[in-house]
């Protein structure tokens, strides 16, 4: 076997796994039933199913112009996915649609306006 082969074979492991994580992520969205379980799956197999994804094709395309932008996809994917989970936190647990019995520790309770505010 030459290490092309190897290589090959790492690329497709990597592109089934993060497919199938990213898949498993999207079921997680559809069938979860509150919004905090909904962010989780959006946002950690997601990701990971991601970056699986470009580590797939990176060791597919091996070009450097290909490698940079998979590098910047995969930064982008990082700095934006917690992000945009931690504001929709937010704005679910502002709006009411969080049951906070389900919360473990509620640090934003001392922050809630009180009535008439």
Same mark, same amino acid.
């Given at each position: 076997? !030459?290490?092309? !082969?190897?290589? %090959?074979w790492?690329?497709?492991?990597?592109?089934?796994?993060?497919? @199938?994580?990213?898949?498993?992520a999207g079921?997680?969205? @559809?069938?979860?039933? %509150?919004v905090? %379980?909904?962010? *989780?799956?959006? !946002?950690?197999? $997601?990701?990971l199913?991601? @970056?699986?994804?470009?580590?797939? &094709?990176?060791?597919?395309?091996?070009?450097?112009?290909?490698?940079?932008m998979?590098?910047?996809?995969?930064?982008?994917?990082?700095? !934006?996915?917690?992000v945009?989970? $931690?504001?929709i936190?937010?704005?679910?647990?502002?709006?009411?649609?969080? %049951?906070?019995? @389900? &919360?473990?520790?509620?640090?934003l309770?001392? *922050?809630?306006?009180?009535?008439?505010?």
């Open positions: 076997m !030459t290490a092309g !082969t190897v290589v %090959d790492l690329a497709a492991v990597a592109l089934v796994a993060g497919a @199938l994580l990213s898949l498993a079921i997680g969205v @559809l069938r979860f039933p %509150d905090l %379980d909904r962010m *989780h799956a959006a !946002t950690k197999p $997601q990701v199913g991601v @970056l699986l994804l470009l580590v797939g &094709l990176a060791l597919r395309l091996r070009s450097p112009a290909d490698l940079g998979i590098a910047l996809v995969g930064v982008f994917q990082l700095a !934006t996915a917690p945009a989970a $931690q504001m936190g937010r704005a679910a647990y502002r709006s009411g649609r969080v %049951d906070r019995s @389900l &919360l473990d520790v509620d640090e309770a001392a *922050h809630q306006p009180r009535s008439g505010e």
